[in-house]
Nanobody, 125 residues
Framework: QVQLLESGGGLVQAGGSLRVSCAAS????????LGWFRQAPGKERDFVAAISWSSGDTYYADSVKGRFTISRDNAENTVYLQMNSLKPEDTAVYYC??????????????????WGQGTQVTVSS
């Protein structure tokens, strides 16, 4: 059974940094894309970043490009999202996702088969 377990969320001041982690288990993720999405209160879930498990290629939403970095540790089966220069508008529940229907384009929900429960990130002004 595939499990994606996020951790590392919390409260940080604007301009600060935070790293969230996603521990993946239950299958091999070769050929998969691991992504981060976020959902703020009253808003739709938005794509943040994604990484190819095999190649390490990455893709970012314009809103986080240059501030966030996604990475993975294949040996630990973990994906990270390093978030720098955080802004109050980054406040959201951050979800980890895994999937391989990449023909839809990495930012699309339908790429992803598996989702974590989410971790709250709150940025105070």
């Amino acid at each position: 059974q595939v499990q994606l377990l996020e951790s590392g969320g919390g409260l940080v001041q604007a301009g600060g940094s935070l790293r969230v982690s996603c521990a993946a288990s239950g299958r091999t993720f070769v050929g998969y894309v691991l992504g981060w999405f976020r959902q703020a209160p009253g808003k739709e879930r938005d794509f943040v970043a994604a990484i190819s498990w095999s190649s390490g290629d990455t893709y970012y939403a314009d809103s986080v490009k240059g501030r966030f970095t996604i990475s993975r540790d294949n040996a630990e089966n973990t994906v990270y999202l390093q978030m720098n220069s955080l802004k109050p508008e980054d406040t959201a529940v951050y979800y980890c996702a895994a999937g391989r229907r990449t023909l839809f384009g990495w930012p699309k929900d339908r790429v992803y088969d598996y989702w974590g429960q989410g971790t709250q990130v709150t940025v105070s002004s």
